[in-house]
């Protein structure tokens, strides 16, 4: 079955350590890609989009996500993450056509002093 | 930009007894509506999606339904809740460009 697959449930890691988390689709074909994220008690909100163009792609709060059409992939990345950082991180696709945005399980990050 | 507003936040019903989750949206007109569950592990699952008032596509085979009795209104509803249906529900709104989401409904069917 077609799907979004995020590999890593839960990653802990140190102030200052580099981040990065795996999202693999199985879409063929032109997509467009997501990645969202949920601090504590917070809505979900949109951390960065992929439509088109240069594939690494800037985000808010220093995140950066690389395109790989090869590897079907749109892994999420920070070289030195914070506390506040702290969230769950979706990243989701929207494959060509009339099938609506796909999210993956997430990902829950913690970082610890 | 948009706001969702879902109600209640908390609910927690027996098992059989009906459901009815309400989503209203502001800020936009004629937009795509979406119900979505985040399950304990298993994380954000869509559940229907709509395109315009009575336009209803489900993702998933469930005992939960929605409608979309206006533009800006999407329900959720179920007429007998099983143990499984527990959980936190989402609305969303929005384009291809970007999700607007509301702030959720943590189910609890005992």
């Known amino acids: 079955a077609q799907s979004v697959s995020q590999h890593n449930h839960h990653v802990i890691l140190s102030e200052a350590a580099s981040l990065e988390l795996g999202c693999n689709y199985s879409?063929?074909?032109?997509?467009?890609l997501f990645w969202y994220v949920q601090y504590p008690g917070q809505h979900l909100q949109l951390l960065l989009k992929y439509f088109s163009g240069d594939p690494l792609v800037k985000g808010i709060k220093g995140f950066e996500a690389e395109f790989i059409k090869s590897k079907f992939s749109f892994n999420l990345r920070k070289p030195s993450v914070q506390w506040s950082d702290t969230a769950e991180y979706f990243c989701?696709?929207?494959?060509?056509?009339?099938?609506?945005?796909?999210f993956g399980k997430g990902t829950r990050l913690s970082v610890i002093a | 930009s948009q706001t969702i507003h879902q109600w209640p936040a908390t609910l927690v019903q027996p098992v059989g007894s009906p459901l009815s989750l309400e989503c209203t949206v502001e800020?936009?007109?004629?937009?795509?509506l979406y119900w979505y569950r985040q399950a304990a592990g298993r994380g954000l699952q869509l559940l229907f999606y709509s395109v315009g008032i009575g336009q209803i596509s489900s993702e998933v085979p469930q005992n939960l339904s929605a409608s979309r009795p206006q533009d800006r209104q999407f329900i959720l509803s179920s007429k007998k809740l099983l143990l499984s249906d527990s959980g936190f529900y989402l609305c969303a709104s929005g384009t291809l460009e970007k999700l607007f989401f509301g702030s959720g409904t943590q189910l609890s069917v005992l």
């Open positions: 879409y063929g074909g032109t997509v467009n």
């Open positions: 800020g936009t007109s004629n937009p795509n």
């Open positions: 989701a696709v929207k494959p060509s056509g009339n099938t609506p945005l796909v």
